[in-house]
């Protein structure tokens, strides 16, 4: 995109929605790294306000246990999500443990697959991390495929955007607890910022809490969800959740 387009189209201001809407227009096409928790959700939602055409949802998956790779999800509610929102899901399945490099061998290889069909920019639901941003970038970088961060907010919005996502009506399930930053009890309850101590970043961007999503502004109806066992492993806590 050029300066001297947006310049002539809006004049040397440019406001964000004016940006978005301008992007939309240029028939971008987005592929959209989901975890199936809320803040993938809300980058959905996002995106899709903005007018941006969103053409799958890439998400990782431990092939032997077939559940998402944090969260801990089982793939048959990630493969409802994808029903309910209308989407493909570009399954993207890793070894556990997985070294680096076969991740980004595998993720090499779906961004190979997005390049033939035509994908302009991957976008992300990250907040404020620089280091993960950067990363993303790097590897990005020699793609010709862009990365999109549209509900970056820095590290003193999290309490802000969490507010907003819950009076939306975004509704998840706490999936899996870091122990070492929250208490292990969350596992298996409601995400909700007014009841997390103090410390603990409203919607879990360190790591200490992931979601899974099953209700918001981004799905038609509710999906129907069971809370089963809470177990531990390695080092975690994780809540399985199943279709209800």
Wanted: glycine residues 8%; hydrophobic residues 45%.
């Amino acid at each position: 995109m050029s300066a001297l387009r947006l310049t002539l189209a809006f004049g040397p201001l440019v406001t964000f929605t004016q940006f978005m809407v301008y992007l939309a227009s240029t028939a971008m096409r987005v592929l959209l790294s989901w975890s199936s928790g809320k803040d993938s959700a809300w980058a959905l939602h996002t995106l899709r306000g903005d007018g941006i055409e969103v053409v799958g949802l890439l998400t990782t998956l431990n092939e032997e246990a077939a559940r998402v790779s944090m969260q801990g999800v089982r793939r048959e509610l990630l493969l409802a999500q994808a029903e309910a929102l209308g989407l493909p899901m570009w399954e993207v399945p890793l070894p556990a443990p997985c070294p680096n490099e076969e991740y980004e061998r595998r993720m090499d290889q779906a961004i190979e697959r997005a390049v033939s069909e035509g994908i302009s920019h991957v976008a992300f639901g990250d907040l404020f991390l620089e280091d993960v941003r950067a990363y993303r970038e790097e590897m990005m970088a020699p793609t010709g495929i862009e990365p999109l961060f549209p509900i970056w907010c820095g590290e003193n919005g999290t309490r802000a955007l969490a507010e907003r996502m819950m009076a939306s009506g975004v509704r998840a399930v706490i999936t899996c607890v870091d122990p070492s930053q929250l208490d292990a009890s969350f596992a298996g309850r409601s995400w909700d910022r007014t009841v997390l101590p103090a410390g603990v970043d409203p919607l879990g961007e360190r790591g200490e809490f992931h979601t899974f999503c099953w209700a918001g502004p981004m799905f038609p109806t509710p999906l129907s969800i069971a809370i089963g066992e809470v177990i531990e492993r390695d080092g975690f806590w994780w809540a399985d959740v199943t279709p209800g």
